[in-house]
Antibody, heavy 116, light 111 residues
Framework: QVQLVQSGSELKKPGASVKVSCKTS????????LNWVRQAPGQGLEWLGS????????TYAPAFTGRFVLSVDTSVSTAYLEIIRLKADDTGVYYC?????????WGQGTLVTVSS | DVVLTQSPLSLPATPGQPASISCRSS???????????LTWFQQRPGQSPRRLIY???TRESGVPDRFSGSGSGTHFTLNISRVEAEDVGIYYC????????FGQGTKLEIK
């Protein structure tokens, strides 16, 4: 069955970097795009961006340009979200979700906490 | 950006009774391929979002048939014909016709 398994929780200091992984299985990785969605504490869902798993070409929502980097490693069917120069308001749960328009399967989420 | 406005934001529901959530879009959601990419998600407490309905009215496999979606253009609705206790959670609409955006969420609780 289709599975998206994300890496574990992270606690980071402001200014540091973090890399979250989303390992997929149960389908052909390059047949579906991958989205990333953020949920700040107690808040709603916010689309961060997506990546074409065939070409590796990312697209970012305007609010997430500059410090957010999406990438893939097709050899291990895994997508990555790296956040550089972390700020306190980057704190939240980050989800990966399959598909360019579908969002049909989601990872379990990765809690990133940024605190000094 | 396309803004999705959900109402109500809080929905006290009675088991066995119907419930309805509205989602209004600031722009039309009909794509050039003839499809309307309006999706409904359920997020139970402590869980990831789960897709319930896609392309306005197509129910995801395994989703109970008491959930249904309808609408067109800029106004869409999620209906629950008979609410059950397990339906507690937050419901989001999302459009992916344009760059994806989500509604604010509607919190369904049992009276």
């Amino acid at each position: 069955q289709v599975q998206l398994v994300q890496s574990g929780s992270e606690l980071k200091k402001p200014g540091a970097s973090v890399k979250v992984s989303c390992k997929t299985s149960g389908y052909t990785f390059t047949n579906h795009g991958l989205n990333w969605v953020r949920q700040a504490p107690g808040q709603g869902l916010e689309w961060l961006g997506s990546i074409n798993t065939n070409t590796g070409n990312p697209t970012y929502a305007p609010a997430f340009t500059g410090r957010f980097v999406l990438s893939v490693d097709t050899s291990v069917s895994t997508a990555y979200l790296e956040i550089i120069r972390l700020k306190a308001d980057d704190t939240g749960v980050y989800y990966c979700a399959r598909g360019s328009t579908n969002f049909d399967k989601w990872g379990q989420g990765t809690l990133v906490t940024v605190s000094s | 950006d396309v803004v999705l406005t959900q109402s109500p934001l809080s929905l006290p529901a009675t088991p066995g009774q119907p419930a309805s959530i509205s989602c209004r879009s600031s722009q039309g959601l009909l794509y050039s391929d003839g499809k309307t990419y309006l999706t409904w998600f359920q997020q139970r407490p402590g869980q990831s979002p789960r897709r319930l309905i896609y392309q306005v009215a197509t129910r995801e496999s395994g989703v109970p048939d008491r959930f249904s979606g309808s609408g067109s253009g800029t106004h869409f609705t999620l209906n629950i014909s008979r609410v059950e206790a397990e339906d507690v959670g937050i419901y989001y609409c999302m459009q992916s016709t344009h760059w994806p955006t989500f509604g604010q969420g509607t919190k369904l609780e049992i009276k």
